[in-house]
């Protein structure tokens, strides 16, 4: 009797290990850090309250962003995808600029999965609302602070960064745009 009790003791720290080493193997850890250097004067748009890199400051980067599912949690940001916009160049998908009237996307490297998302659309709820976007470009989070990126810092890892449209149809007010939590899915 005994030995059973002890090898159901074992068994059951094992399937806790397990548990814990499947939890491990979701989780998203930095992959580095980037030395922010000063831009260059006029070369860091600041359009939508867009950062710009330190000089000397160290920012975090990231190959990969936290696992997908049918209500995956993001911080929602607000970027210009139009020409002399504060996304830069043109859009990684299409290679094109897009309105400020039409809701688009940018999706963290590890989201934007080596453009497996690219011009696909996925649905945004927040504000008791939900939107469907056209993911059109990545928000890096491997690299930032240089001229590729604005002079701007790399993106954290759970960033859905939308044009204003996207804002509008989650009917947010205009002086709350800029960091929001919501949930996201890929559409069907």
């Given at each position: 009797m005994k030995k059973q009790?002890?090898?159901s003791v074992f068994l059951i720290?094992?399937?806790?290990?397990?548990?814990?080493?499947?939890?491990?193997?979701q989780t998203c850890r930095p992959s580095g850090r980037i030395r922010g250097k000063t831009p260059p004067p006029g070369q860091c748009n600041t359009e939508n309250d867009s950062d710009c890199c330190k000089d000397g400051k160290f920012y975090t980067t990231y190959k990969c962003s936290p696992p997908v599912s049918s209500h995956t949690k993001a911080t929602?940001?607000?970027?210009?995808?139009?020409?002399?916009?504060?996304?830069?160049?043109?859009?990684?998908?299409?290679?094109?600029?897009?309105?400020?009237?039409?809701?688009?996307?940018?999706?963290?490297?590890?989201?934007?999965?080596?453009?497996?998302?690219?011009?696909?659309?996925?649905?945004?709820?927040?504000n008791g609302r939900s939107v469907r976007a056209k993911v059109v470009d990545e928000c890096d989070s491997t690299m930032g602070c240089d001229s590729d990126h604005d002079?701007?810092?790399?993106?954290p890892n759970n960033?859905?960064?939308?044009?204003?449209?996207?804002?509008?149809?989650?009917?947010?007010?205009?002086?709350?745009?800029?960091?929001?939590?919501?949930?996201?899915s890929d559409t069907d």
């Open positions: 009790g002890g090898s720290l094992l399937c806790i290990l397990y548990i814990f080493a499947s939890v491990e193997a929602l940001t607000l970027n210009s995808f139009q020409a002399g916009g504060d996304g830069g160049g043109p859009s990684e998908c299409d290679n094109q600029y897009h309105s400020d009237d039409d809701p688009v996307v940018a999706l963290s490297t590890g989201w934007f999965s080596h453009k497996k998302r690219c011009l696909k659309y996925i649905n945004i709820y927040g002079y701007q810092p790399p993106c960033i859905v960064d939308a044009s204003k449209a996207v804002w509008k149809a989650l009917g947010v007010p205009e002086n709350n745009w800029g960091g929001m939590d919501i949930y996201w």
